[in-house]
T-cell receptor, first 116, second 112 residues
């Protein structure tokens, strides 16, 4: 199993600023992902964080707005740039290690972001 | 594109009773994986149960079991002997390769 921590757990930011969210996994993992979840809503995949290369973004998400880093097998960051109130959401980090095709995907506790 | 549908935004159950949460999905693939995740108010997503599409036998984990109907593309979750700690949002998820898609969720309330 993997335990995932995120920093910060919550933040209130002013529009136009940027926030970087950190994700730390307690073991080496093959894959890391970033999701966005509106309160009471489902999870939407933002991107897959690739170690040593550019992240793979889903439709509707771009690198300029959500730059992602993954310097090693246990750590990743997501930056929400030039924030607007529409970016207010919960951001979840997720990780998985290939241990067979039905591998389990673990989730962090999320970062609640409010943009004023 | 694969989609996951949970048609019950909210469900409630009496403590110790049984409840079934519905999930349907749309895919043209034959080899995929299905999951139910629980998200309590703490926001921590917890895997409840998983099912490999190539297995005909329904998965069970203690009080949790699924009814997997591959032809109907249906994957319901049954919770037996419901407990207060089962109250949470439940998300059905489909994964093919590394692409995981989630349903909109069902909020389960457990009444004492």
């Amino acid at each position: 199993s993997a335990v995932i921590s995120q920093k910060p757990s919550r933040d209130i930011c002013q529009r136009g600023t940027s926030l970087t969210i950190q994700c730390q996994v307690d073991s080496q993992v093959t894959m890391m992902f970033w999701y966005r979840q509106q309160p009471g809503q489902s999870l939407t995949l933002i991107a897959t964080a690739n170690q040593g290369s550019e992240a793979t973004y889903e439709s509707g998400f771009v690198i300029d707005k959500f730059p992602i880093s993954r310097p090693n097998l246990t750590f990743s960051t997501l930056t929400v740039s030039n924030m607007s109130p529409e970016d207010s959401s919960i951001y979840l980090c997720s990780a998985a290690s290939r241990g067979g095709p039905a591998y389990e995907q673990y989730f962090g506790p999320g970062t609640r972001l409010t943009v004023t | 594109a694969q989609t996951v549908t949970q048609s019950q935004p909210e469900m409630s159950v009496q403590e110790a009773e049984t409840v079934t949460l519905s999930c349907t999905y749309d895919t043209s693939e034959s080899d995929y994986y299905l999951f139910w995740y629980k998200q309590p108010p703490s926001r921590q997503m917890i895997l409840v149960i998983r099912q490999e599409a190539y297995k005909q036998q329904n998965a069970t984990e203690n009080r949790f079991s699924v009814n997997f109907q591959k032809a109907a593309k249906s994957f319901s979750l049954k919770i037996s002997d419901s407990q207060l700690g089962d109250a949470a949002m439940y998300f059905c998820a489909y994964r093919f390769n590394n692409d995981m898609r989630f349903g909109a969720g069902t909020r389960l309330t457990v009444k004492p």
